[in-house]
């Protein structure tokens, strides 16, 4: 998968708060996706005392969400820890994964914001207008915003307002879980970032997408060894 950034990762803070106000225009907030065949998971931890970026992107079937691509980069962090500007310290990372991997997902579940975003340009829009992918902002802590109190059956979802704007849904994806925040990233509406997230998750409080990145990003997990395999076998097909 062949990337085009087109900006520089040597940023200020002032600057990088700038570029997201800039880059925010180019957001599309509506369904621009077509036939969803693979989706993939994005997630990033830090190694070295934080010093060292660890990206994973795990692409699964969406029919089976059987895992049957990863790629894994790792990139020395540039950027400082700052609240609301993610993305910076990630996506160089993300981006390297991306590039090594042979087929080009159809769809991205970050584990991160959306519009849900002071700016209303987390990690996943900026990954999103970067790519051109559509992409889902699924996190695991609400960053901004207030809800109506949520039911606990799988599926409850409450809309997740912030200045009079839904921003994102805060949703039950299993009973007696905490909720995730999801919100939309790019070329997704916010309907179907739901239905997405919800088709993604089984038995797990997080969608199989962000479960396998996670567990690889973080050195929780081994790359597994069916690597490719599954999306060759599915490409022989086409």
């Given at each position: 998968?062949?990337?085009?950034?087109?900006?520089?990762?040597?940023?200020?803070?002032?600057?990088?708060?700038?570029?997201?106000?800039?880059?925010?225009?180019?957001?599309i907030?509506?369904?621009?996706?077509?036939?969803v065949?693979?989706v993939?998971?994005?997630?990033?931890g830090?190694e070295?005392g934080?010093?060292?970026?660890r990206?994973?992107?795990?692409?699964l079937?969406?029919?089976?969400?059987?895992?049957?691509a990863?790629a894994v980069?790792?990139?020395p962090v540039?950027?400082?820890y700052v609240?609301g500007?993610?993305?910076?310290?990630?996506?160089?990372?993300v981006?390297d994964a991306?590039?090594?991997?042979?087929?080009?997902?159809?769809?991205?579940?970050?584990d991160g914001?959306g519009?849900?975003h002071?700016?209303?340009?987390?990690?996943?829009?900026?990954?999103?207008v970067?790519t051109?992918?559509?992409?889902?902002?699924?996190a695991?802590?609400?960053?901004?915003?207030t809800?109506?109190?949520?039911?606990?059956?799988?599926?409850?979802?409450?809309?997740l307002m912030?200045?009079?704007?839904?921003?994102?849904?805060?949703l039950?994806?299993?009973?007696?879980?905490?909720?995730l925040?999801?919100?939309?990233?790019?070329?997704v509406g916010?309907?179907?970032?739901?239905d997405?997230?919800?088709?993604?998750?089984?038995?797990?409080r997080?969608?199989?997408?962000?479960?396998?990145?996670?567990?690889?990003?973080?050195?929780?997990g081994?790359?597994?060894a069916?690597?490719?395999?599954?999306?060759?076998e599915?490409?022989?097909?086409?």
């Amino acid at each position: 998968m062949r990337l085009d950034t087109d900006h520089g990762w040597d940023l200020s803070t002032a600057q990088a708060i700038a570029l997201q106000q800039r880059l925010r225009s180019d957001v599309i907030t509506r369904d621009v996706l077509g036939r969803v065949r693979y989706v993939a998971g994005v997630d990033a931890g830090f190694e070295a005392g934080n010093t060292l970026c660890r990206a994973a992107v795990v692409v699964l079937d969406i029919e089976t969400l059987r895992p049957c691509a990863v790629a894994v980069a790792r990139r020395p962090v540039t950027f400082p820890y700052v609240p609301g500007l993610l993305s910076f310290r990630e996506i160089p990372a993300v981006l390297d994964a991306l590039s090594q991997l042979e087929i080009t997902p159809d769809l991205l579940l970050c584990d991160g914001q959306g519009i849900a975003h002071p700016r209303r340009f987390g990690i996943a829009c900026h990954l999103g207008v970067l790519t051109g992918l559509p992409s889902i902002g699924v996190a695991k802590k609400r960053l901004i915003g207030t809800h109506e109190p949520l039911g606990n059956h799988r599926g409850d979802r409450q809309a997740l307002m912030d200045k009079g704007e839904c921003i994102g849904a805060v949703l039950r994806t299993r009973a007696g879980v905490k909720p995730l925040y999801v919100s939309i990233g790019h070329k997704v509406g916010l309907e179907t970032a739901i239905d997405y997230v919800m088709r993604c998750t089984t038995r797990y409080r997080l969608p199989e997408t962000t479960r396998w990145a996670h567990k690889i990003a973080s050195g929780k997990g081994d790359v597994p060894a069916w690597r490719g395999h599954d999306c060759k076998e599915h490409n022989s097909r086409e």
